[in-house]
């Protein structure tokens, strides 16, 4: 297993269902019956992806703690939960273009006015709370990248190795807390699906390969729920980036994000269609959200930062907010750092980071930075070599700035259509999947069942 370099952050799992020798034998002599041969084949082997890189199920044989691809006697009859990610799918997109199949869900289920993403309002960490039920300062993904002050080590969600290396990713995602227990599980992307997150990944997932049509992610997913009931997964999550690349590129208002809307509206209108024709479609639930948001950010409001003024401090990270290390210069120089950062940055705030307001929930982990910076809506920082020539458009802003609201939408049995929810943080969805899974939920979860369950039917 990958060590922890803050173990407090990676619990292990508790209430874990361990097999007996003679289950584990079953599953092997099935894998053997089923191999050579199949798309779906287990041992790490890996399989073409459509679009190019390589799509692999997880080792069962590797993740003892797994639920080896065989459902456990008494998860058979539970219900089976899909969760999609509309990655850049903000708030106001539902209503701003149209979006047929959305609102299909929204009149079948509930709707919030808006989710409330976790700080930083970036992909890895927000896709990362809404995986784990917890805030990105307990979790330990801090950001898309981060420095690691006790290995010495940034991370970056571009590194092939770090990603797929559990020992950088703490808590409990929703997929290891199904597999621990029992549960089959799996994943056409998600952030966290592709490590080894307590030595247990879903045992179907996908390396992250975004030419693989949009069609042929809802298409698996359907194939994996008519698989035979012992193997069949009841969690699957999708990821669809489509909005988030023309948000960035465009705009909110740009036609080519109309256009984008347009295209994930028609690929979850096939995903509807096809749970409907399932012989267990009554026995569906399917939660729709997003990460974030996504603003203009102003070339007059970019602000440049020096980094020869300070001497012995680490730039970690720039932009819509500001990571530091002060790494020289002993005990107060911190705060005086904070002080002249705040006096040379304009339209910000600096907090050392025991002072970070506590609801932005990100002071307790090392990785957050020795001084914390949050820019207003709109403007940036950014060293001078960086500085825009032009508008552009991304997020990382404040948690709860309208334009950084995300989306959650979900239907299922036992969730009266219709309802409206007011906003509310996204890690109250890690508890209410349990539930409705059937599980226990991590005990470590900052989530809460309350929030959600007596709005969404508490399961059946």
Same mark, same amino acid.
């Given at each position: ?214 069609? =042929?992610? !809802? /298409?698996?997913? %359907?194939?994996? @729920?008519?698989?035979? &009931?012992?193997?069949? #997964? *009841?969690?699957?999550?999708? $990821? ?21 809307? =347009?295209? !994930? /509206?028609?690929? %979850?209108?096939? @995903?509807?269609?096809? &749970?409907?024709?399932? #012989? *267990?479609?009554?026995?569906? $639930? ?21 980094? =020869? ?152």
């Amino acid at each position: 297993m990958h060590s922890d370099p803050h173990p407090t952050t990676m619990t292990a799992p508790h209430s874990r269902r361990r097999r007996t020798l003679a289950s584990w034998f079953v599953v092997a002599l099935l894998g053997l019956l089923a191999g050579c041969g199949g798309d779906e084949s287990e041992g790490g082997v890996e399989r073409p992806a459509l679009g190019g890189d390589a799509a692999r199920s997880a080792a069962s044989a590797t993740a003892p703690t797994s639920s080896g691809g065989v459902n456990a006697v008494e998860h058979r009859q539970q219900p089976y939960l899909i969760l999609v990610s509309f990655d850049g799918f903000r708030w106001d997109y539902l209503d701003r273009y149209p979006t047929p199949a959305f609102q299909r869900v929204a009149r079948n289920g509930a709707r919030a006015e808006r989710l409330i993403p976790t700080f930083p309002t970036k992909t890895f960490p927000t896709h990362y709370a809404v995986a784990t039920g917890m805030y990105a300062d307990q979790h330990g993904l801090v950001g898309n990248r981060f420095w690691d002050p006790e290995r010495q080590e940034a991370y970056s969600m571009y590194d092939r190795d770090q990603v797929e290396d559990g020992g950088w990713y703490g808590g409990e995602p929703i997929w290891v807390t199904a597999e621990t227990q029992g549960m089959v599980a799996a994943s056409y992307f998600f952030v966290g699906s592709e490590a080894d997150v307590q030595q247990v990944r879903p045992t179907f997932w996908n390396r992250y390969d975004g030419s693989v049509p949009n069609e =042929a992610r !809802v /298409d698996q997913a %359907l194939e994996w @729920l008519q698989l035979p &009931l012992d193997e069949r #997964p *009841h969690l699957i999550t999708l $990821y669809f980036s489509t909005v988030d690349d023309a948000g960035h590129d465009y705009g909110p208002d740009a036609p080519e994000t109309a256009a984008a809307v =347009a295209e !994930v /509206d028609a690929v %979850l209108g096939r @995903l509807l269609d096809g &749970l409907e024709a399932l #012989p *267990h479609a009554d026995e569906v $639930y399917l939660v729709l959200t997003s990460d974030h948001g996504m603003a203009r950010a102003d070339p007059d409001r970019a602000h440049p930062l020096d980094m =020869a003024l300070f001497p012995g401090v680490r730039w970690a990270e720039g932009g819509p907010y500001a990571s530091l290390f002060v790494e020289e210069g002993g005990p107060g120089r911190a705060a005086r750092v904070r002080d002249s950062l705040e006096a040379v940055v304009p339209e910000s705030e600096f907090w050392l980071r025991e002072e970070v307001p506590e609801r932005f929930h990100y002071s307790a982990h090392p990785r957050v930075g020795d001084i914390v910076g949050l820019m207003e809506v709109g403007a940036t920082v950014v060293r001078p070599e960086g500085l825009p020539a032009e508008a552009y458009w991304t997020h990382g802003w404040d948690n709860r700035a309208v334009e950084m609201g995300a989306i959650f939408l979900a239907q299922g049995p036992g969730i009266a259509p219709g309802q409206r929810l007011e906003p509310f943080e996204s890690v109250h969805i890690y508890p209410w999947m349990a539930r409705v899974l059937g599980l226990e939920a991590h005990s470590e979860a900052d989530g809460r069942l309350e929030v959600l369950g007596p709005h969404l039917g508490m399961g059946r």
